[in-house]
């Protein structure tokens, strides 16, 4: 059992800054890629920011050069900074883990979702 929680969501106004956070704990054995999705209302998720465990990343072209996706692997936990907010990043923000545990092969995680409102 995995458990995948985020953090640090909320409401912003734009051109101003949030940090999310992303811990994964229970019965891990190894986390390859971390990354973080998000869907707006009305709309489909989207791929937001992933990092590989060698630390590759890659970006959606919106967020490029605003977001900086990273990990710490001793702790389980993926963050996203996010600058230079627009109204158009307001979404509920999920993190995904592609992991192994000690029963199960690899698949992926997800977190509940964390709410970001920009306001313009």
């Known amino acids: 059992q995995v458990q995948v929680v985020e953090s640090g969501g909320g409401l912003v106004q734009a051109g101003g800054s949030l940090r999310l956070s992303c811990v994964a704990s229970g019965s891990v054995v190894s986390i390859n890629a971390m990354g973080w999705y998000r869907q707006a209302p009305g709309k489909q998720r989207e791929l937001v920011a992933q990092i590989t465990s060698g630390g590759s990343t890659n970006y959606a072209d919106s967020v490029k050069g605003r977001f900086t996706i990273s990990r710490d692997n001793a702790k389980n936990t993926v963050y996203l900074q996010m600058n230079s907010l627009k109204p158009e990043d307001t979404a509920v923000y999920y993190c995904?883990?592609?992991?192994?545990?000690?029963?199960?092969?690899?698949?992926?995680?997800w977190g509940q979702g964390t709410q970001v409102t920009v306001s313009s």
């Open positions: 995904n883990y592609n992991a192994r545990t000690i029963f199960v092969g690899w698949r992926d995680y």
